[in-house]
T-cell receptor, first 115, second 109 residues
Framework: IAGITQAPTSQILAAGRRMTLRCTQD?????MYWYRQDLGLGLRLIHY???????GKGEVPDGYSVSRANTDDFPLTLASAVPSQTSVYFC??????????????FGEGSRLTVL | GQNIDQPTEMTATEGAIVQINCTYQ??????LFWYQQHAGEAPTFLSY??LDGLEEKGRFSSFLSRSKGYSYLLLKELQMKDSASYLC??????????WGAGTKLIIKP
């Protein structure tokens, strides 16, 4: 069972470039999330999707966009990358709305460096 | 504002017991999660508490006191593989997760 797959696992990117982080899950979970994790800070929610066809903004959505065309895929796009977007990005899913008793399942993370 | 506080780092000895504390301030409360995260890896679920009291799962136990806004994770019979960061996350009234910065646990032989 693959669970959640993220790609790429690591990327170095020039500032101003466009970048899409891919996330695919095979658990048929309805809810999916994108977080960024920075040293000394808790996980911060960027965008979420409670079900296919809907998305919502999290705590730090600026500079990021998402789409949810189907249940399995939830890509995160940086339209014009800036150095402050250097971070580790985690995609996650759950079979209920965030915060309910459903646990989050995380992908292995995508380490992004913007120069 | 909403806040989760937990110690930045703790050190313990292999075979011993360690308690990692977490205090929370959330607008409303719908439970508290603990996750384990090994360096360079994804967080994995450990526990979820919504009622007061202690829940035990093998070597790991999690405690919640809603009146005190307090939780702890208790790890017994520590093993070297328990070296990891432990993340506390509270669930607010909108069912949003509020994450702490994590406690890095170092296990020494």
């Amino acid at each position: 069972i693959a669970g959640i797959t993220q790609a790429p696992t690591s990327q170095i990117l020039a500032a101003g470039r466009r970048m899409t982080l891919r996330c695919t899950q095979d658990m048929r979970h309805n809810a999916m999330y994108w977080y960024r994790q920075d040293l000394g800070l808790g996980l911060r929610l960027i965008h979420y999707s409670n079900t296919a066809g809907t998305t919502g903004k999290g705590e730090v959505p600026d500079g990021y966009s998402v789409s949810r065309a189907n249940t399995d895929d939830f890509p995160l796009t940086l339209a014009s990358a800036v150095p402050s977007q250097t971070s580790v990005y985690f995609c996650a899913s759950s079979d209920s709305n965030q915060g309910a008793t459903g646990e989050l399942f995380f992908g292995e993370g995508s380490r992004l460096t913007v120069l | 504002g909403q806040n989760i506080d937990q110690p930045t780092e703790m050190t313990a000895t292999e075979g011993a017991i360690v308690q990692i504390n977490c205090t929370y301030q959330t607008s409303g409360f719908n439970g508290l999660f603990w996750y384990q995260q090994h360096a360079g890896e994804a967080p994995t679920f450990l526990s979820y508490n919504v009622l007061d009291g202690l829940e035990e799962k093998g070597r790991f136990s999690s405690f919640l006191s809603r009146s005190k806004g307090y939780s702890y994770l208790l790890l017994k019979e520590l093993q070297m593989k328990d070296s990891a960061s432990y993340l506390c996350a509270g669930v607010d009234s909108n069912y949003q997760l509020i994450w702490g910065a994590g406690t890095k646990l170092i296990i020494k032989p």
